[in-house]
């Protein structure tokens, strides 16, 4: 007892042993991680606030521009009242994101309103109306609470005439005017000067508007507020909940970013969690403003991935362990005694009787060591022998497996590659399509948004037909159902629509071909007439399938750019590798011959015996060059070579390899 519980302590140490570097490289690269997670967090929360800024400097802009043509209404700037009050009104309907305008003469009395009244933001601002008319500047301020539901924010705008003209009528109408005791109209001076501020325009925002422009960046984790001196314009919920927390925390980037500082810093909310914060200051002379975008730190994230997968591991190894106990137990019990009783046949007591007991493979023993004490030499020797054929048989399993695994992983990679090069950028483009689309917002047209979508219609039609190539690529139903020659004839036509000449011809009867050979013929002419669409840049290919009672050969021609067999070698391109690999298998050579600006040649043979027919190189040069002559005559090539050019891609070329031959071959390699 004291070895076994010997043995169960060392395989523990053993096991922790194991488990420390394994934990320590975890760490390290959870750690390096965490790092480029938040540089790329930072980024990110920077391109959104840039976003945002870009936004809200476009709508001001857009105010300012508007409000600029409105104070050169004559009835704006000589101050007449009604007239000054009707035009108020139609430029408050025209501008929905305006809930009130006003007004207000040089000494800063009403002269007319429209829309929300302008009472709570009038008391106590008069030093800054005054501002404005000393300055002529236009000025954004902060957040105005008017009631428990409605909070705006202010634009003033100077009003001023450009002109001599303008400021002319100003001051004559302001002399024939006299002051109504209701403030009704007021008086600028009995001289006005071009340039001078003779009243300003007020403008209210409400909040709410200006919420719904920019909190629907806000997603998930993601919060942002505008902020001000010791005020919260506009925020997400988790900061205006508490917003003299937010910024109490954040006073000190708060007041940086209001200085023109643009930086990331973290800080701890009120739920405790650690969290990167993002600010700028908005891009807008005359607002005061700041920009934050603030999300948990990746390290806080990471903290609580950590504890659970502790938590996790050391259950899981309490349970390992203890029905490890507890199986080895059951398993050693009868195995004691068992040791017990062959060590009293060991020592010649072979007509002890042996108790069979424990599990069925435990029993089974049981009775072989009760037939030793009969047949001891002939039963170790049948053991010895059953022991071997199980190795031998686990060995050829291996085997098997290893091979069947190669093959799967094989077609894998080949699907992974068709997935990831056809279907992927795909639906790629039209993810950053549709992300243009919802980042564009507001700030586009309907006919811009009309065509932005079908442009993203178009590309996930186009990822639509590819998959099901790929899936139609994984077993054509023709190849089982008419053969070989209509399956290569049904893809030719696809790669037609690809605006690449295709021609297919047939040379002799069709071949009475088994389903491994037709399947291995299929798959080759398909992968070679994959890489001409997506490498070659050729503009005609030509497939001949040759056919007698003595070699089946089957030929890839096209005029495309061709590559240098001898730099452009990669044994790993899975086109190549699946191509070799299916010649193999069909007892056939796989040859290519080619050269930069030369064209591609792709040639398969395969005979009824199980010798593989020699293949007439310079014929096959020949007949190259004859096509691409002809091509380049009619005018229909572009990546054929100058006559004569064809020999020196000889040059590289050696005998095509043989079943059984020395590993003597042309260059394969196609384009990858």
């Given at each position: 007892?004291?070895?076994?519980?010997?043995?169960?302590?060392?395989?523990?140490?053993?096991?922790?042993?194991?488990?420390?570097?394994?934990?320590?490289?975890?760490?390290?690269?959870?750690?390096?991680?965490?790092?480029?997670?938040?540089?790329?967090?930072?980024?990110?929360?920077?391109?959104?606030?840039?976003?945002?800024?870009?936004?809200?400097?476009?709508?001001?802009?857009?105010?300012?521009?508007?409000?600029?043509?409105?104070?050169?209404?004559?009835?704006?700037?000589?101050?007449?009242?009604?007239?000054?009050?009707?035009?108020?009104?139609?430029?408050?309907?025209?501008?929905?994101?305006?809930?009130?305008?006003?007004?207000?003469?040089?000494?800063?009395?009403?002269?007319?309103?429209?829309?929300?009244?302008?009472?709570?933001?009038?008391?106590?601002?008069?030093?800054?109306?005054?501002?404005?008319?000393?300055?002529?500047?236009?000025?954004?301020?902060?957040?105005?609470?008017?009631?428990?539901?409605?909070?705006?924010?202010?634009?003033?705008?100077?009003?001023?005439?450009?002109?001599?003209?303008?400021?002319?009528?100003?001051?004559?109408?302001?002399?024939?005017?006299?002051?109504?005791?209701?403030?009704?109209?007021?008086?600028?001076?009995?001289?006005?000067?071009?340039?001078?501020?003779?009243?300003?325009?007020?403008?209210?925002?409400?909040?709410?508007?200006?919420?719904?422009?920019i909190l629907p960046y806000a997603r998930g984790d993601t919060d942002i507020a505008l902020v001000t001196n010791n005020q919260v314009i506009v925020g997400s919920p988790k900061i205006t909940n508490n917003p003299d927390q937010f910024l109490?925390?954040?006073?000190?980037?708060?007041?940086?970013?209001?200085?023109?500082?643009?930086?990331?810093?973290?800080?701890?909310?009120?739920?405790?969690?650690?969290?990167?914060?993002?600010?700028?200051?908005?891009?807008?002379?005359?607002?005061?403003?700041?920009?934050?975008?603030?999300?948990?730190?990746?390290?806080?994230?990471?903290?609580?991935?950590?504890?659970?997968?502790?938590?996790?591991?050391?259950?899981?190894?309490?349970?390992?362990?203890?029905?490890?106990?507890?199986?080895?137990?059951?398993?050693?019990?009868?195995?004691?005694?068992?040791?017990?009783?062959?060590?009293?046949?060991?020592?010649?007591?072979?007509?002890?009787?042996?108790?069979?007991?424990?599990?069925?493979?435990?029993?089974?023993?049981?009775?072989?060591?009760?037939?030793?004490?009969?047949?001891?030499?002939?039963?170790?020797?049948?053991?010895?022998?059953?022991?071997?054929?199980?190795?031998?048989?686990?060995?050829?399993?291996?085997?098997?497996?290893?091979?069947?695994?190669?093959?799967?992983?094989?077609?894998?990679?080949?699907?992974?590659?068709?997935?990831?090069?056809?279907?992927?950028?795909?639906?790629?483009?039209?993810?950053?399509?549709?992300?243009?689309?919802?980042?564009?917002?507001?700030?586009?047209?309907?006919?811009?948004?009309?065509?932005?979508?079908?442009?993203?219609?178009?590309?996930?039609?186009?990822?639509?037909?590819?998959?099901?190539?790929?899936?139609?690529?994984?077993?054509?139903?023709?190849?089982?159902?008419?053969?070989?020659?209509?399956?290569?004839?049904?893809?030719?036509?696809?790669?037609?629509?690809?605006?690449?000449?295709?021609?297919?011809?047939?040379?002799?009867?069709?071949?009475?071909?088994?389903?491994?050979?037709?399947?291995?013929?299929?798959?080759?002419?398909?992968?070679?007439?994959?890489?001409?669409?997506?490498?070659?840049?050729?503009d005609d290919v030509v497939v001949q399938l040759e056919s007698s009672d003595e070699v089946l050969r089957v030929t890839i021609r096209d005029n495309g750019t061709g590559f240098d067999p001898t730099t452009a070698v990669q044994p790993t391109?899975?086109?190549?590798l699946s191509m070799r690999e299916r010649a193999a298998a069909i007892g056939a050579s796989f040859t290519i011959v080619t050269r930069p600006g030369g064209g591609t040649v792709i040639l398969i043979e395969r005979k009824s015996s199980e010798?593989?027919?020699?293949?007439?190189?310079?014929?096959?040069?020949?007949?190259?060059?004859?096509?691409?002559?002809?091509?380049?005559?009619?005018?229909?090539?572009?990546?054929?070579?100058?006559?004569?050019?064809?020999?020196?891609?000889?040059?590289?070329?050696?005998?095509?390899?043989?079943?059984?031959?020395?590993?003597?071959?042309?260059?394969?390699?196609?384009?990858?």
């Amino acid at each position: 007892m004291s070895r076994h519980l010997s043995l169960r302590a060392r395989f523990l140490l053993f096991a922790v042993a194991c488990l420390l570097p394994l934990l320590v490289v975890v760490a390290f690269f959870l750690d390096r991680g965490i790092e480029r997670n938040t540089q790329q967090l930072v980024s990110a929360e920077g391109s959104l606030a840039q976003v945002i800024n870009r936004q809200l400097r476009t709508q001001f802009k857009d105010n300012t521009e508007t409000f600029s043509n409105l104070s050169h209404q004559p009835e704006i700037f000589e101050m007449r009242p009604s007239a000054a009050g009707t035009t108020l009104g139609q430029y408050q309907t025209a501008l929905p994101e305006i809930s009130g305008i006003f007004l207000l003469d040089a000494d800063g009395t009403l002269v007319a309103q429209s829309g929300q009244q302008p009472g709570p933001v009038l008391t106590g601002n008069s030093a800054l109306f005054q501002q404005v008319v000393s300055s002529g500047t236009s000025i954004v301020t902060g957040r105005y609470q008017l009631d428990d539901k409605t909070s705006v924010i202010l634009m003033i705008f100077p009003v001023m005439p450009v002109s001599d003209q303008e400021a002319q009528n100003a001051s004559s109408t302001t002399e024939s005017v006299p002051p109504a005791p209701d403030a009704e109209s007021t008086s600028v001076g009995n001289s006005v000067k071009p340039g001078q501020v003779v009243g300003v325009i007020g403008a209210m925002i409400n909040t709410d508007r200006l919420a719904a422009t920019i909190l629907p960046y806000a997603r998930g984790d993601t919060d942002i507020a505008l902020v001000t001196n010791n005020q919260v314009i506009v925020g997400s919920p988790k900061i205006t909940n508490n917003p003299d927390q937010f910024l109490h925390r954040l006073n000190n980037p708060i007041s940086l970013s209001l200085a023109g500082d643009t930086d990331s810093t973290t800080y701890t909310d009120n739920n405790g969690t650690k969290r990167l914060v993002y600010f700028m200051p908005l891009d807008f002379d005359g607002a005061q403003w700041s920009i934050f975008v603030t999300n948990p730190t990746p390290r806080s994230y990471a903290q609580s991935l950590i504890v659970q997968s502790i938590v996790a591991l050391a259950l899981a190894a309490f349970v390992i362990l203890a029905m490890a106990f507890f199986f080895g137990e059951m398993t050693a019990r009868p195995l004691r005694l068992l040791t017990a009783q062959a060590a009293a046949i060991r020592h010649g007591q072979f007509r002890h009787s042996i108790e069979s007991t424990g599990a069925s493979e435990i029993h089974d023993l049981a009775d072989a060591f009760a037939g030793m004490a009969h047949q001891i030499e002939a039963q170790m020797h049948g053991m010895d022998e059953s022991r071997q054929e199980r190795e031998h048989q686990a060995q050829e399993m291996r085997e098997l497996l290893r091979r069947t695994l190669r093959l799967q992983e094989d077609e894998r990679r080949r699907i992974a590659s068709e997935i990831h090069d056809a279907v992927s950028p795909l639906i790629t483009g039209a993810l950053y399509q549709a992300r243009a689309i919802q980042l564009g917002g507001e700030s586009s047209t309907p006919e811009e948004q009309a065509d932005s979508l079908a442009s993203v219609n178009q590309l996930l039609e186009q990822a639509s037909k590819e998959l099901h190539s790929v899936i139609f690529d994984l077993r054509p139903p023709d190849l089982d159902d008419i053969g070989v020659v209509a399956a290569i004839r049904a893809y030719i036509k696809t790669i037609e629509r690809t605006g690449i000449a295709a021609q297919f011809e047939v040379v002799g009867d069709s071949p009475n071909l088994t389903p491994e050979v037709r399947l291995g013929i299929y798959r080759i002419v398909q992968e070679a007439l994959h890489n001409v669409v997506r490498h070659a840049r050729a503009d005609d290919v030509v497939v001949q399938l040759e056919s007698s009672d003595e070699v089946l050969r089957v030929t890839i021609r096209d005029n495309g750019t061709g590559f240098d067999p001898t730099t452009a070698v990669q044994p790993t391109s899975l086109g190549l590798l699946s191509m070799r690999e299916r010649a193999a298998a069909i007892g056939a050579s796989f040859t290519i011959v080619t050269r930069p600006g030369g064209g591609t040649v792709i040639l398969i043979e395969r005979k009824s015996s199980e010798d593989v027919t020699m293949i007439d190189i310079d014929a096959l040069l020949e007949s190259e060059a004859a096509h691409q002559q002809s091509v380049a005559t009619n005018g229909t090539g572009n990546g054929h070579a100058p006559d004569g050019e064809l020999s020196s891609a000889a040059e590289s070329l050696t005998s095509p390899q043989r079943h059984g031959a020395d590993d003597r071959s042309l260059p394969r390699t196609l384009p990858a």
